[in-house]
Antibody, heavy 123, light 110 residues
Framework: QITLKESGPTLVKPTQTLTLTCTFS??????????VGWVRQPPGEALEWLAL???????RYSPSLKSRLTITKDTSKTQVVLTMTNMDPVDTATYYC???????????????WGQGALVTVSS | QSVLTQPPSVSAAPGQKVTISCSGS????????VSWYQQLPGTAPKLLIY???KRPSGIPDRFSGSKSGTSATLGITGLQTGDEADYYC???????????FGGGTKLTVL
């Protein structure tokens, strides 16, 4: 059974850097084809993809947020870490991490998802 | 403004059928596989459909997916009040090397 859980601060101040950790079990990020992604959802709004990382350390970022995001993996600790710099109140959202399933390079999906972590940006 | 276009809302009576459309372009839906997600109120999204039309184990066959050209469709038959949720389509966009989601569709079962 695959499970993921997000952890990090619930409140950050504007201009600060957010660091979120996704701790997972049930799979290895050393296994070919495996990946983990981050998605956020502002209150009452739609899902927005942020970043993903694959078993071979291939990393992809949302074009609109690329300059502010860094994603890394710690295979031994079964964790993926996302950092977002220069936080702003508009970044207030629930942040989800998810396992990336795949049957081929262009056939991927997010399953399952973590429970999400609400991050509020306010002074 | 989402790259994938979904209707903001759909509604139907219990027992009826509903479809939710997801429109994109050749760089995303046209050349990549689509997945669909159900988000019940206050919960994390859950995978409903992957590879355009496949259901994960545990998803009832009331849920179906299809794709034609640059559009995809989620179908739900035998609507139940428990199906009231937000539904999102998603896929990879090859032109920007980014995952994209639709803006979401709120399903109301009247």
């Amino acid at each position: 059974q695959i499970t993921l859980k997000e952890s990090g601060p619930t409140l950050v101040k504007p201009t600060q850097t957010l660091t979120l950790t996704c701790t997972f079990s049930g799979f290895s990020l050393s296994t070919r084809g495996v990946g983990v992604g981050w998605v956020r959802q502002p209150p009452g709004e739609a899902l927005e993809w942020l970043a993903l990382i694959y078993w071979d350390d291939d990393k992809r970022y949302s074009p609109s947020l690329k300059s502010r995001l860094t994603i890394t993996k710690d295979t031994s600790k079964t964790q993926v870490v996302l950092t977002m710099t220069n936080m702003d109140p508009v970044d207030t959202a629930t942040y989800y991490c998810a396992h990336i399933g795949s049957s081929a390079s262009n056939r991927r999906w997010f399953d399952p998802w973590g429970q999400g972590a609400l991050v509020t940006v306010s002074s | 403004q989402s790259v994938l276009t979904q209707p903001p809302s759909v509604s139907a009576a219990p027992g009826q059928k509903v479809t939710i459309s997801c429109s994109g372009s050749s760089s995303n839906i046209g050349n990549n596989y689509v997945s669909w997600y159900q988000q019940l109120p206050g919960t994390a999204p859950k995978l409903l459909i992957y590879d355009n039309n496949k259901r994960p184990s545990g998803i009832p066959d009331r849920f179906s997916g299809s794709k034609s050209g640059t559009s995809a469709t989620l179908g739900i038959t035998g609507l139940q009040t428990g199906d009231e949720a937000d539904y999102y389509c998603g896929t990879w966009d090859s032109s920007v090397s980014a995952w994209v989601f639709g803006g979401g569709t709120k399903l109301t079962v009247l």
